[in-house]
């Protein structure tokens, strides 16, 4: 296989990206899985290193979007709940894609860690990226980043399900407690367990799909078989 090279892109490359990304939707198995934020692509092309692009021939074959959002007004900082403060250091990963001949390859990580590289040299903190429970190999990347699953939500006019991946710079990495194995599309058990303090780490395929393993921390741990008041 061809060589893939990555490169920052600017304003002239959205043609381009806007084209992929047509292709890429044209392909997805299930259309609630990329939302085509245009705008987002639009404004952050214009900020250096904000937007990494993949090529190979020269031809654009992914591309990945870091954005620093202003969260005030966000829907975003409502449902994380954190102070202002806290949400100035916030990084929005996404929108991503890679070009369905170019899959397998992973063009996801090298483009990320570009970004990755760029946020661990700066004061920002926490990492976000939001991502439909169907989407596997976004999940599969994230997991692999160490995010954890916090919260399942609904976005774009609220048809479309996404889980609130977050990865926390300033944490170190702890060995999970209580480890459960929830179906990913039993949106029901999650929540239920996200609402006792429990968080998605990691994924395991099974003959029916993909299951999101569940834990939690020494301390938070209310265990889901013991009926509390939340
Ligand atoms: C999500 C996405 C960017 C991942 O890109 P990628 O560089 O192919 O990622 P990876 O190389 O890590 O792929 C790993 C997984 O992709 C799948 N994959 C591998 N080869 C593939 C192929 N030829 N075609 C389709 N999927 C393939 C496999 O499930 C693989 O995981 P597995 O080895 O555990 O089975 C890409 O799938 C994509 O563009 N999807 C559509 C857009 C999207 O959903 N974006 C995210 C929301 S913003």
Redesign the pocket.
Known sequence: MDEIKLEFLNPAHLADIVALQNL?VQH?TRKD???QNYETIEKRLKVAQAVVGAYCDDKLV?FHVMDTPDLSGDILAAELGWSPAELRKVVRL?????H??????????RMVAVHLDLIRETDYRHVIAT??PY????I??LFSQGFRLEQITFRYHGNMTRCITHLDLGKPKTEELCRIKVAHDDLRTQKYLLARNFYGYGLI?TAEGYDILYGCQKDDCMEPWQERQL
């Open positions: 890429v997805l899985m990329y939302y992914g996404g929108p991503i894609a890679v369905p001949d170019y899959r397998g390859r992973n063009i996801i990580t991502v439909s989407n596997y190999p976004s599969k990347y395929k």
